[in-house]
């Protein structure tokens, strides 16, 4: 493993370029720059003092849904607010000029999409979409009658946000998608993710199983780090713009 910072090493650029596949798996630290706040750090003013992995999760919407909907409606507003940054960018660039780029997230929040990124594998769901928490189905549209959580307007059912909570199972193709992908890529990119959370946390290391190079962007060191191919620590925006920059000049 080589940690490199800032310089791009020559030989990650010659594997990006002599790749055929290339797999990318993201988490909130991709959308940091866009100002929507990690992950970890989403607590700010009214919600600093609960833990987000204690909301995110169906007891917590069990036992009071009216603040669950609640802490999705701010994160949504952050979120809508918010721009794609050069690092959603600079994974748009990279699309075209590699044989197969597949773009795996752990985000809901909807910004790779709206960078322009194609066929993106969402694992946790987007906080853009609403569901009715009875049957699961899509909830375009209901009478805002005031009341929070608002209802179903097919079965009178609380609507939830349409994400993966804690102890909930990921959507089925998404997950098989997305691991066929990491055992079947030349090079696995691990981007703005603590790499803790299963099962996406597993995916890198399915790719170096096969023998994939793993290539982890991020500030901080993460478990994955010791395990990877390269480290390049920095900021996403800063370090995936340089590497693309530079992979595309031929
Ligand atoms: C499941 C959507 C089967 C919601 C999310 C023990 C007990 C109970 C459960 C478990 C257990 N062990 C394992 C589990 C399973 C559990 C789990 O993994 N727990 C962990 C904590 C151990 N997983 C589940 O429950 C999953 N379901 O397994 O079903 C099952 C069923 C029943 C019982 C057991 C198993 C469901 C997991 C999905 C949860 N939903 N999000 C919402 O967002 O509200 S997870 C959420 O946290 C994110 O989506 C993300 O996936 C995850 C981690 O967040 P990150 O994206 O990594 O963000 P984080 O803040 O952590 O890190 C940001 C990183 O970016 C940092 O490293 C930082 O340094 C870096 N960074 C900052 N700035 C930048 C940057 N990097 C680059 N550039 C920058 N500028």
Not at 80 to 104: D, Q, Y
Not at 153 to 173: I, Q
Not at 207 to 212: F, I, T, V
Request: charged fraction near 20%; hydrophobic fraction near 40%.
């Amino acid at each position: 493993m080589h940690t490199y910072s800032p310089q791009i090493p020559a030989s990650l650029v010659t594997a990006l370029r002599a790749a055929e596949r290339v797999a990318v798996l993201t988490g909130s630290g991709i959308s940091a720059e866009s100002g929507v706040p990690t992950f970890r750090e989403a607590q700010t003013g009214l919600w600093v003092q609960y833990d987000p992995q204690q909301l995110a999760t169906p007891e917590a919407f069990k036992n009071n849904p009216r603040l669950v909907w609640e802490w999705y409606a701010w994160r949504r507003e952050l979120v809508t607010k918010a721009k794609p940054n050069p690092g959603h960018l600079a994974l748009v660039h990279l699309e075209p000029m590699v044989p197969e780029l597949s773009l795996i997230t752990q985000n809901i929040d909807g910004l790779h999409q709206r960078a322009g990124s194609q066929g993106v594998i969402e694992l946790h769901g987007n906080i853009t979409r609403t569901r009715c928490s009875i049957d699961g189905e899509p909830v375009e549209s209901w009478n805002e009658t005031g009341e929070i959580p608002p209802r179903c307007p097919r079965c009178g059912g609380y609507l939830r946000p349409d994400v993966v909570w804690f102890g909930e199972m990921l959507p089925e193709t998404a997950l098989m998608t997305a691991i066929e992908i990491a055992e079947r890529c030349d090079i696995f990119f691990s981007i703005g993710t603590s790499a803790v959370v299963q099962p996406a946390a597993s995916l890198p290391l399915n790719a170096k199983r096969q023998g994939a190079i793993l290539v982890e962007i991020n500030p901080d060191e993460t478990p994955l780090t010791p395990l990877v191919t390269y480290s390049l620590s920095g900021q996403a925006g800063d370090i995936l713009h340089r590497l693309v920059q530079i992979a595309s000049i031929r």
